[in-house]
């Protein structure tokens, strides 16, 4: 009976699975492997199960007993396949989604196991095994440090691959050989082939053609990959495909950090401020932000740059100082901060640091971008040429709206303060279009205050007033109190603050709409206690005592 018992939760584990309720899998299957000794398939099913709900232990030791049952019972194909899992999963998933540097010790205990599994097939046997043989070579190719000649290599060798998946129409073979292929064209300059590559692989992984880790993977490396090339309508896309490819998978924490963490800089660029808030918090949960440490460190980055636009620079501070530990680097944000707070000097070193680490064009743009408003500002004039001169050079040699508009707002800026305000503005109108079309409200913000500084200084009072009201009320919806300060004296609108810090400011704005403290700490993401003592602070700086007070006081002196 106890036998027959354990058949049925079998069956019952690979119907959760087939219905990607990976808890109940694993729990079932965890349950079932201490009364009978699994097949390969259930071990391997069990690895599954045990990778995405994060047992990473559990897992390599189910596919390593499958991978020997298999050896023992002469299923040389099988094993292979098994062996070349094993040595995937020593490069880590985050490594190969990313397709960035690994440990070198990661990469020899991975080609250990690709030897072990070529060992295994008869030379003279042609089979899709030999595909796989081919995923992890490639991979080595794309993360090595021989520069274009190694990326030629790992094209080279994905393209076997994907040819031999064809073959044998294997669609786990092509999603996986393509997802490498399209990053080692990516980064070969070859950016319209290989997004069109990953675009393919994406294809197959969203309709289930191939298993829930090689899924996972795929989507995450299309985000990374969208994401550095400031493919902007791309990682819209992919973000939202992966969000849902996640949301689909019950009882799964693998990928979730690194899902949430894009999630929260999508949210960020849209100007959804306080989600992208609540999406970051979610990441840094230990239980899923422990298996992936750089969508950890990117979670705390998306939180401190949050904080920073809104004037809370002590949260700002602490997240980018936890995102330094975890191994990002806190920059532009950091810088920026700083800058806000008045230590120039020490902004335009930790920007100049950055630009001498950053290795590749694309990685200088924020921080060229940010360069050029912190030099701006200590009237460094020549440097800030320099750095817009870059900006102009990446944008030319990628076809990228997004880049495009960051050198056109840069250039503006700079025009601007050498007093050309016709050519800025033009620049600025353009870069304003763009961020509009792409629904990216803070950058608009930036380019029409920018635009409003033009006509004053072109005396055009009527367009100065326009372009300031637009700006002011963009950063009034995103509560980006710094930037709504500036843009309000550019019309000389009244920035008096009756002694109210710009979160108290911001506590009495959300008063007035009719908010409760708990609903005001949902919204700012603090703890109800701190809303309590912003409201009792502005209570007494502005002479009132209840709610309704506050309210009459701030629409009469304009503070709403």
Same mark, same amino acid.
């Given at each position: 009976?106890?036998?027959?018992?354990?058949?049925?939760?079998?069956?019952?584990?690979?119907?959760?699975?087939?219905?990607?309720? #990976?808890?109940?899998?694993?729990?079932?299957?965890?349950?079932?492997?201490?009364?009978?000794?699994?097949?390969?398939?259930?071990?391997?099913?069990?690895?599954?199960?045990?990778?995405?709900?994060?047992?990473?232990?559990?897992?390599?030791?189910?596919?390593?007993?499958?991978?020997?049952?298999?050896?023992?019972?002469?299923?040389?194909?099988?094993?292979?396949?098994?062996?070349?899992?094993?040595?995937?999963?020593?490069?880590?998933?985050?490594?190969? =989604?990313?397709?960035?540097?690994?440990?070198?010790?990661?990469?020899?205990?991975?080609?250990? #196991?690709?030897?072990?599994?070529?060992?295994?097939?008869?030379?003279?046997?042609?089979?899709?095994?030999?595909?796989?043989?081919?995923?992890?070579?490639?991979?080595?190719?794309?993360?090595?440090?021989?520069?274009?000649?190694?990326?030629?290599?790992?094209?080279?060798? *994905?393209?076997?691959? @994907?040819?031999? &998946?064809?073959?044998?129409?294997?669609?786990?073979?092509?999603?996986?050989?393509?997802?490498?292929?399209?990053? *080692?064209?990516?980064?070969?300059?070859?950016?319209?082939?290989?997004?069109?590559?990953?675009?393919?692989?994406?294809?197959?992984?969203?309709? &289930?053609?191939?298993?829930?880790?090689?899924?996972?993977?795929?989507?995450?490396? *299309?985000?990374? =990959?969208?994401?550095?090339? #400031?493919?902007?309508?791309?990682?819209?896309?992919?973000?939202?495909?992966?969000?849902?490819?996640?949301?689909?998978?019950?009882?799964?924490?693998?990928?979730?950090?690194?899902?949430?963490?894009?999630?929260?800089?999508?949210?960020?660029?849209?100007?959804?401020?306080?989600?992208?808030?609540?999406?970051?918090?979610?990441?840094?949960?230990? @239980?899923?932000?422990?298996?992936?440490?750089?969508?950890?460190?990117?979670?705390?980055?998306?939180?401190?740059?949050?904080?920073?636009?809104?004037?809370?620079?002590? =949260?700002?501070?602490?997240?980018?100082?936890?995102?330094?530990?975890?191994?990002?680097?806190?920059?532009?944000?950091?810088?920026?901060?700083?800058?806000?707070?008045?230590?120039?000097?020490?902004?335009?070193?930790?920007?100049?640091?950055?630009?001498?680490?950053?290795?590749?064009?694309?990685?200088?743009?924020?921080?060229?971008?940010?360069?050029?408003?912190?030099?701006?500002?200590?009237?460094?004039?020549?440097?800030?040429?320099?750095?817009?001169?870059?900006?102009?050079?990446?944008?030319?040699?990628?076809?990228?709206?997004?880049?495009?508009?960051?050198?056109?707002?840069?250039?503006?800026?700079?025009?601007?303060?050498?007093?050309?305000?016709?050519?800025?503005?033009?620049?600025?109108?353009?870069?304003?279009?763009? #961020?509009?079309?792409?629904?990216?409200?803070?950058?608009?913000?930036?380019?029409?205050?920018?635009?409003?500084?033009?006509?004053?200084?072109?005396?055009?009072?009527?367009?100065?007033?326009?372009?300031?009201?637009?700006?002011?009320?963009?950063?009034?919806?995103? &509560?980006?109190?710094?930037?709504?300060?500036?843009?309000?004296?550019?019309?000389?609108?009244?920035?008096?603050?009756? &002694?109210?810090?710009?979160?108290?400011?911001?506590?009495?704005?959300?008063?007035?709409?009719?908010?409760?403290?708990?609903?005001?700490?949902?919204?700012?993401?603090?703890?109800?206690?701190?809303?309590?003592?912003?409201?009792?602070?502005?209570?007494?700086?502005?002479?009132?005592?209840?709610?309704?007070?506050?309210?009459?006081?701030?629409?009469?002196?304009?503070?709403?």
């Amino acid at each position: 009976m106890a036998v027959r018992a354990d058949v049925d939760m079998l069956e019952r584990a690979r119907e959760a699975a087939d219905g990607r309720r #990976w808890g109940e899998a694993y729990e079932i299957l965890s349950r079932v492997d201490q009364g009978m000794a699994l097949g390969p398939e259930d071990l391997e099913l069990l690895s599954t199960a045990a990778f995405l709900t994060g047992h990473r232990d559990v897992s390599r030791q189910a596919s390593l007993r499958a991978y020997q049952i298999w050896v023992n019972s002469g299923e040389n194909r099988k094993a292979a396949r098994g062996a070349v899992r094993l040595g995937l999963d020593k490069l880590d998933t985050a490594e190969i =989604a990313q397709a960035s540097g690994c440990l070198p010790a990661s990469l020899s205990s991975c080609s250990a #196991w690709v030897a072990q599994a070529s060992a295994l097939l008869d030379d003279k046997e042609d089979c899709v095994e030999r595909g796989y043989l081919l995923v992890p070579l490639a991979f080595e190719h794309l993360v090595g440090r021989g520069g274009l000649e190694a990326l030629e290599e790992s094209v080279g060798v *994905a393209e076997q691959a @994907v040819e031999i &998946g064809r073959r044998f129409d294997d669609r786990e073979l092509i999603a996986l050989a393509g997802m490498i292929l399209g990053r *080692a064209l990516i980064r070969s300059g070859r950016e319209h082939h290989g997004m069109s590559v990953l675009e393919d692989s994406v294809s197959i992984a969203r309709e &289930g053609e191939v298993s829930a880790p090689v899924s996972g993977m795929i989507l995450a490396a *299309a985000v990374k =990959a969208a994401e550095e090339q #400031w493919d902007l309508l791309r990682f819209d896309r992919f973000v939202r495909a992966l969000a849902g490819w996640c949301g689909r998978q019950q009882g799964m924490v693998q990928f979730r950090a690194r899902s949430l963490a894009h999630e929260a800089t999508l949210n960020r660029f849209h100007g959804r401020w306080s989600a992208a808030l609540n999406l970051a918090e979610e990441a840094t949960n230990p @239980v899923i932000g422990s298996l992936d440490q750089s969508a950890l460190a990117e979670a705390l980055y998306e939180q401190g740059e949050i904080f920073r636009r809104r004037g809370d620079l002590g =949260a700002a501070e602490d997240a980018f100082r936890r995102a330094g530990q975890m191994g990002c680097d806190p920059q532009p944000g950091l810088a920026f901060l700083r800058f806000v707070v008045g230590d120039t000097d020490t902004a335009a070193a930790s920007i100049a640091r950055a630009l001498a680490e950053a290795s590749t064009p694309l990685e200088r743009v924020e921080l060229l971008a940010a360069q050029t408003e912190i030099l701006i500002s200590i009237r460094d004039l020549d440097g800030a040429v320099g750095a817009v001169q870059e900006l102009e050079a990446i944008a030319s040699t990628h076809d990228s709206p997004f880049l495009d508009a960051t050198a056109r707002q840069a250039k503006g800026e700079l025009l601007l303060a050498e007093g050309e305000a016709v050519s800025a503005l033009e620049h600025l109108r353009e870069a304003s279009r763009v #961020w509009r079309q792409f629904d990216l409200p803070y950058e608009q913000g930036q380019a029409r205050a920018l635009a409003a500084r033009c006509c004053r200084m072109l005396g055009d009072e009527d367009t100065m007033v326009l372009e300031a009201e637009t700006a002011v009320r963009i950063f009034a919806e995103l &509560g980006a109190g710094r930037d709504l300060m500036d843009a309000q004296e550019v019309i000389g609108k009244s920035v008096e603050t009756h &002694g109210l810090t710009s979160r108290e400011l911001e506590v009495l704005r959300l008063v007035t709409r009719g908010l409760t403290n708990k609903a005001i700490a949902e919204e700012l993401v603090v703890s109800v206690r701190t809303v309590d003592s912003h409201v009792s602070n502005l209570f007494t700086k502005l002479g009132v005592t209840n709610r309704a007070a506050a309210t009459d006081y701030a629409h009469r002196h304009d503070l709403t």
